[in-house]
């Protein structure tokens, strides 16, 4: 059995190797600002912590994991705001790890008293990993499958490591805003085989949203009260994503249902995620499912947890230039 296990997977990993060319990233993707958008660096305007993990797990296979840890500051008096993110995901079934490390900055400046600009830049540095001792092809085998020997395949090491560059467009009012976002900007050859090339195709995406808050309801009964419709599309290579969703936040319960697909693969990509949170001062963590709709699909659902803490300034006035427009988007 253990045999059967690493010839499925070596088979498994020539269909996987165009896969780790795509980013994976989160259904809470207003939870994940810095993923999202380099531009959304210090749109808290104090220091911010956050941390995001999502867990897949398709059939008996084991799981993939992407997790998060990110941090930001604003200099208020600078215009300017800078962060820090570290990146993991693991797939477990074929030992496949991608650790990476960004660097984004931030300025802004007031295009009107109401409307606020921000450009984002990031530096990055990614580590891929595969176990390839792990695999065992086709060539290794005779009829009754034992291993006769070393594989004529070439793999060139177990390790891709690469700098990229990302960069983003954010602009808001107090109820509205949207941005624009590019990564992969290097388009780096990743590939693990020998003499071949395979390039991380640029990520696009484009987000917008708008915040209605419930003034009259909100001002009798002292709490924020709110619906945010929002929107989403991300495009890399082949791959497209579309999703669209509403926030729903009585203070200080925060509940939200988005939908997403693949506009050009409608019929075999389509999900529902189901989100529930709690936000209390400066401390805000939202639990998400996932459920795919498309027929055929695996239906165990994909969790995702996150969790973002302001450390708020609580002494004397706030700067003149936190006065500004603050960014409606974060709940």
Known sequence: MKLFRLFCIGITFSFFLPSVGQDLGFSQYYNAPIFLNPAFTG??????????????????????????????HSFVDYHSSVGLMIFNETDETSGYTHNKI?????????????MQIRFGLEAS????????????????????????????ESLASGKVNYFDASFGVLGYSKELWFGFAAHNLFKNNISFMEGSDYQLK??????????????????????????????????QGPLNRLDVGIYNVIEPVILGVFYGTDPTAFEENNFISMMVGIKKNTFTTIYSYDLSLSE??????????????????????PPLGMR?????VFL
């Open 296 to 317: 055929g699909a695996a239906r165990q659902g994909f969790h995702e947890i996150s969790f973002s803490y302001l450390f708020e300034i609580t002494s004397g006035k």
């Open 125 to 152: 540095y990614s580590q891929q990993n595969f176990n390839v001792g792990n695999f065992i092809f086709s060539d290794q085998l005779d009829a009754f499958g034992n291993i006769t020997g070393l594989s004529a």
């Open 202 to 235: 640029t990520r696009f995406s484009g987000h917008m949203g708008y915040r209605y808050r419930f003034k009259a309801i909100s001002r009798n009964t002292r709490r924020n009260i709110a619906i945010m419709p929002t929107f989403s599309f991300t495009s």
């Open 43 to 72: 749109t808290s305007e104090f220091t911010r912590a956050g941390l995001n993990y999502r867990m897949q797990k398709v059939g008996s296979l084991s799981a993939y994991n992407i997790s998060q840890l990110s941090f930001d």
């Open 102 to 114: 960004a660097l984004p900055l931030c300025y802004d400046f007031s295009v009107t008293k109401d």
């Open 324 to 328: 500004r427009t603050k960014c409606p």
